[in-house]
């Protein structure tokens, strides 16, 4: 049976960097971000820092720059994770009250690398390419 952080839990660990090239370090002070309506709060067992990850570090790429120039640091990398969820939002917690969703707290979940819109050229038939939508979104990247 996994973990279950508590409820109260306000700070999170994770690996940070401050900007570009600098070394990586391990914070524990940092934010727990506000949970979506839609979303949930997954409690991190396990992630990757792949080529994106680097090329965000080494300022390449252009959405951690923004991410930089809008919030300022500290950055965290890893967008291919897993985990478990400790809570739900808003909306998510509605539904589960009325057993239209099948998302619980405890559920061990995968957090996907690219979340597609399903509805641009890239998308939708004959492309069928969602890796490459126009309007992607990254969890934990972007």
Aim: contains cysteine; proline residues 12%; hydrophobic residues 30%.
């Amino acid at each position: 049976q996994p973990r279950k952080p508590s409820p109260s839990l306000i700070m999170m660990k994770g690996a940070i960097y401050t900007s570009f090239h600098s070394p990586i370090t391990t914070s524990t002070t940092l934010p727990i971000p506000p949970i979506p309506p839609d979303g949930a709060l997954i409690a991190i067992r396990a992630t990757g820092v792949c080529r994106s990850d680097w090329h965000g570090w080494k300022g390449h790429d252009g959405d951690v720059r923004h991410f930089f120039q809008t919030h300022g640091p500290p950055f965290v990398p890893g967008h291919e994770a897993s985990g478990v969820i400790v809570r739900l939002g808003s909306d998510l917690a509605a539904k589960q009250s009325s057993s239209s969703s099948s998302l619980r707290v405890g559920d061990r979940v995968a957090i996907p690398f690219i979340l597609s819109c399903g509805t641009c050229r890239e998308c939708l038939p004959p492309r069928n390419r969602p890796t490459i939508c126009e309007r992607q979104h990254q969890p934990g990247f972007t």
